[in-house]
């Protein structure tokens, strides 16, 4: 029987087939899988903000996506010994939830999470299979390790699996 564990909001954590990891209300969010699929783990961070350089308070290394990424990296190789080479990523979130009817970049910012995430993956040489991004909803998701699916969740739209 496998357990659910949730990631919450700037948070981050890791599991092993036949669990499976979770994070709920993805908005400018963005959720990011990294997976290992030989030894069936993975780790999932939900993000909030692009760079933690642009913020006094960053003490929280899940909150962001320069950050966040390199601590998950780390607590993947920490708890499952994981060799970094083979690690994939999947990512969903990153959505405008709010039309400011303004310009203002500051304001963009489930774009500039979807940019910092692939910035970092890239960084890290960590490839991106595949994304469910940006638009104006909401999403949840759930990914298994066992199968490598990502699956995904909005309200009043269909679930979709990638």
């Given amino acids: ?15 092993e087939s036949p669990d499976a990891i979770k994070t709920l209300a993805l ?5 990011i899988v990294l997976y290992e699929p030989y030894q069936k783990v993975a780790g999932m961070a939900h993000i909030m903000l692009p760079d933690s350089t642009q913020i006094r308070n960053s003490d929280n290394h899940a909150k ?20 970094k080479r ?7 979130g ?22 910092a995430t692939k910035r970092n993956l890239a960084l890290h040489n960590i490839p ?13 998701i759930t990914f298994y390790p066992d199968t490598s699916e990502l699956h995904i969740m909005s309200h009043g739209r269909p ?4």
């Fill in 27 to 31: 908005g400018s969010c963005v959720g």
């Fill in 94 to 115: 990153g959505a405008q939830m709010f039309n400011f009817g303004t310009k203002n970049e500051m304001l963009r910012i489930g774009d500039r999470n979807i940019e």
């Fill in 128 to 140: 991106l299979i595949c994304e469910d991004v940006g638009d104006n909803y909401g999403r949840t």
């Fill in 159 to 162: 679930s979709k699996i990638i």
């Fill in 64 to 83: 962001f996506a320069d950050t966040g990424i390199e601590s998950l990296i780390n607590t993947m190789k920490d708890k499952f010994n994981i060799d």
């Fill in 86 to 92: 083979r690690l994939r990523a999947k990512i969903a």
């Fill in 1 to 15: 029987m496998e357990n659910v564990i949730l990631v919450g909001m700037a948070d981050l954590n890791v599991c």
